[in-house]
C-alpha cells in the first residue's frame, strides 16, 4: 500500500463506481460553462459570455471540491459496499440538482460584489436574494453533510479496513473537517429565512468564516496527532 | 478472486466496454437534470426548474437501477463475447431511447400525485397519460429483460465460468428478480392499453406491487440457498 | 496474454487514449438522441420525438460499429505510438464531425422507406438526397479507410509485435474488411453525384450489397487459415 | 518500467484524475462541435453546419494539443500531489473557458483566409478582430505557461522522482518547449493590443513563426542529448 502522509491507501485501482462518479462530475462541470448561453450569436454576446467567467470558475471550484472530498475518501479506504455505493449515487444526484443554483447564486454574488460590472443571471430583487441564499445554505449543508457521511462509514468499517491509531484520529478530524462547512451552510440559510432587509447578505458573508475554523481545525488535529505520537513512544 | 456476498468476483479489472458503458450513463443521467429547462433566464424560470427536482431525482434513481444491475452482472462473471457486448450496447441505446419518456412518466405522475403543486411536462389530458404509461410499461418491460437476458447468457456460459451450486441458485434467482419487474412492466403495458378513464393510474400503481414481489423472491432465495448448503453439508 | 479466437491480445489494460476515445463516443451517441429536439414541450412533440427512435437506433450502431472496430484495434495490438495517437484523434474527430450528417441521413431513409410515417428530418426535394448522400457517401468512405489505415500500421510494426503467421493472415484479413465497406462508401459518393433522377436512392442501395460481401470475405478469410493451417502442419 | 524514447514512463497505470481530465476534454471537444449550431431544422442550415467543419476541426486539434501536453507529462511523471492536482484542474477550467473563444477565433480565421467564403462566426469588424485576438492571445500564453508550469514542478522533484542525467535535460526542454508557444501568444496578445487598422492580422500570422521555433528548438536538444552521451561515455 502506498502512503499519502500519514494515510495508507487502500483504494488507488479504479473501480467502475469511480468512473461512474468522475464522468458525471466532468461533465456537470462542462455543462456549468457551455450551456450557460449557448453559443455567442455576436460580438457582443461574445464579450457578454466571457464576462460570465469569474462565475464560471468560482462555481467550477465549488464542485470540484465535493469531487475531491469524494476522491481521497475513496483513495484512503477503497470501499465500494453497499452504503458506499449509495452515498455516492446521492453526491452525484446532488451534485447534478445543484448544478444550475450553485451558478446563478455565484453569478448574483459576482454580480453585486463587482456593483454590476459583472452580469447578473437575470434581473434580482431583495426578496429573490433571500429565497436564493437559502436554497444555496441548504444545498451546501446538504452536500457537506453527505461527505461527512462516506467518513463516519469508513469510520464504522474501522476494524474491517485495520485503521490503526493514527489513521482513526485523521478519520475522525475528516468527519469534523466536513461538518464544519456543513453547519456554516446551516447558518447561512437560517440567515437568509431570517435576516431583515440587506442584512440578508449576512448569509453569504457567512461562509468567509471558513477560512478561519477550517485552518483553525488543522491546527487543532496536528496538535492532536502529536500528542498521540508522544503517547505511543512512552 | 474477491467475493461479494456468497460470489467470487470474476470481473474486477476494468474494460472499454465498462468505460463506454459508464461515460454513458452518465451522461444520461446528467442530461436528465440539465438540458430539461436550458438555463433559466428569470428568477420564475430559476424556482420552476427547481421544483422539477423530485421528478428529476426519481427518474435518476430509476437509470442507475439499470446501471447498478448492468455493474453487478459485470462484477460477477466478467464476460466479455460477443453476447455480452451486443447485449451491453442494446442496454446503452435502450437508456437513451428512454430517458426522455422516463422523465415525462415521472414529471406526469409528480404533477399527479402533488394535485399540480409540482409541474407537470405539459398540460395532459387522459388519452395522454394512456400512452405514456403504455410507453413507460414497454420501456420498463424491455430494459429489464435485457438486464435477465444477460444473467441467462452467464448461466449459458456456467461451466466455462466454473460456476459453483451456490452460484448457479444465485444466478438463477438473479434472471427471476429481473423477469418480476419485466412482467410488471408489461402489465402496466396491458392496463394501459384496456383500462377504462381514470383507472389508467393502475397502470401507474401496478408498480407498487414491486415493494412486496422482489423482498418476497429474495426471502425464497435464502430459504434456497440455506436447503442447499444442508444438502451439501449432508 | 489472453486469446480472443486466434488472436492474442496485447491491450487489455486500459490506457488514457482508450479512456478518452470512449468518452467521445458515448458522447457523441448520447447527443444523437438527446440534443436532436430538445426536450419535447407538448404531448405532440414528446410522440414526433419518439418517432425518431428508428433512425436514432440506426445512426446509434452506425457510431458503435467504428467504436467496436477501433475497440478490437486495440485490444488485439494494444499499439499506442505516435501513428496510432494521431490515427485513432483523427477517428474521434470524424465521428464528431459525421454524427449529425449521420442522423440526417438515417431520419432521411427510414422517412423515405416508411413512405412519410416515420418523420424527415426537414421538407427534402430530390437534389437535396443527392447531397446528403454524396457527404454520407464521403464520410462512410474515409471512416472505415482510417479503420484500415489502424490496421495497416500494425501489420508494418508485425515484427516489432511479433505476430505469428496466423495473426499475420489475420491482420490482412482485417484491413481487406474495412476496405470493402470504404469502397462501398465511395460506390455511394460517385452514385450520388452521377444518377440521374430517382435513381439517387441507389446511392442508399450500395450499402446493402455490404451483406453478402462481408460475409464472403468472411469465408474466404476461413479457406485461407484453413490452408494456412494444414501447410504448417505439413 | 516501459520507455518512450529516451524516459522511463512512470505513470502508466490509470489514475482518477486522469479519468476526470480525459472526460473533462472529451465533453469540450465534443461541445465544441455539437451544440455550435444545434440541430439543424432546413437543409440549409444543414449545409452551413457542414461549412464550420474546418473551422472544428482547427479548434478540436487546438484542445487535443493541451490534452496531449498533459497526457504526456502524467506518463512521464506519475505525480499525482498537491501542486500536480491543482495545476491539472485549473487546465481543465481553462479548456472549459477557452472552448468558446477559440471556436469563434478559429472561425473568424477561417472565414477571413477564405474571404468570406466559409461562414464567420458573426458579423465582424476590425475593433472585433482586436478583441478576438486579444483574447485568444491571453488564453494561448496561460494554456501553455501552464503545461510548462507542470514540467516546472516534475523538474523541482527531480531527485524524488530519481530522473536520471538524460531525463533532466529532456525535461528541461519540455519546459522550454512549452514556454515558445506561451511566448508566441503573449506576442499575439501585445500585437492586437498596439497594432493599426488591418496590421491587426499579424496577431493572427504569429503563430506561424511556431513552425519555425518548434523545429529549430527540437533540433538544439538532440544536439543537447548527443553531447550528453558523448560525456557521459568519455
Known amino acids: 500500500l502506498n502512503r499519502h502522509g500519514h494515510f495508507r491507501l487502500r483504494g488507488e485501482s479504479m473501480s467502475r463506481l469511480e468512473t461512474f462518479v468522475d464522468a458525471a462530475f466532468a461533465f456537470a462541470v462542462t455543462m456549468l460553462v457551455i450551456s450557460v448561453d449557448d453559443v455567442p450569436q455576436s460580438y457582443d454576446e461574445f464579450i457578454e459570455a466571457l464576462l460570465n467567467t469569474p462565475a464560471f470558475v468560482a462555481s467550477f471550484f465549488q464542485v470540484i471540491m465535493f469531487w475531491l472530498g469524494h476522491r481521497a475518501w475513496s483513495r484512503r479506504y477503497g470501499l465500494e459496499d453497499g452504503m458506499a455505493l ?5 453526491i452525484v444526484c446532488g ?12 453569478a448574483a454574488a459576482v454580480g453585486y460584489f463587482s456593483d454590476g460590472l459583472l452580469p447578473f443571471p437575470f434581473p434580482l430583487e431583495w426578496a429573490h436574494m433571500r429565497a436564493i441564499f437559502a436554497i444555496y445554505g441548504a444545498g451546501f449543508c446538504v452536500m457537506c453533510a453527505l461527505i461527512a457521511a462516506l467518513y463516519v462509514h469508513a469510520y464504522r468499517r474501522r476494524d474491517w479496513l485495520a485503521l490503526n491509531a493514527e489513521e482513526r484520529v485523521a478519520t475522525r478530524a475528516e468527519i469534523e473537517a466536513w461538518l464544519i462547512p456543513s453547519a456554516t ?4 440559510l437560517v440567515l437568509a429565512l431570517t435576516a431583515q432587509g440587506e442584512w440578508i447578505v449576512l448569509a453569504g458573508w457567512v461562509y468567509v468564516t471558513l477560512f478561519i ?22
Not at 451534485?95 to 455565484?106: C, K, T
Not at 477550517?214 to 505511543?232: E, G, I
Open 185 to 188: 451552510g446551516l447558518m447561512g
Open 95 to 106: 451534485i447534478l440538482v445543484i448544478v444550475y443554483p450553485l451558478r446563478v447564486m455565484f
Open 86 to 90: 449509495t452515498l455516492s449515487l446521492i
Open 213 to 234: 475554523t477550517l485552518p483553525a481545525h488543522d491546527v487543532l488535529l496536528k496538535l492532536r496527532l502529536q500528542k498521540l505520537a508522544q503517547t505511543s513512544s512512552d
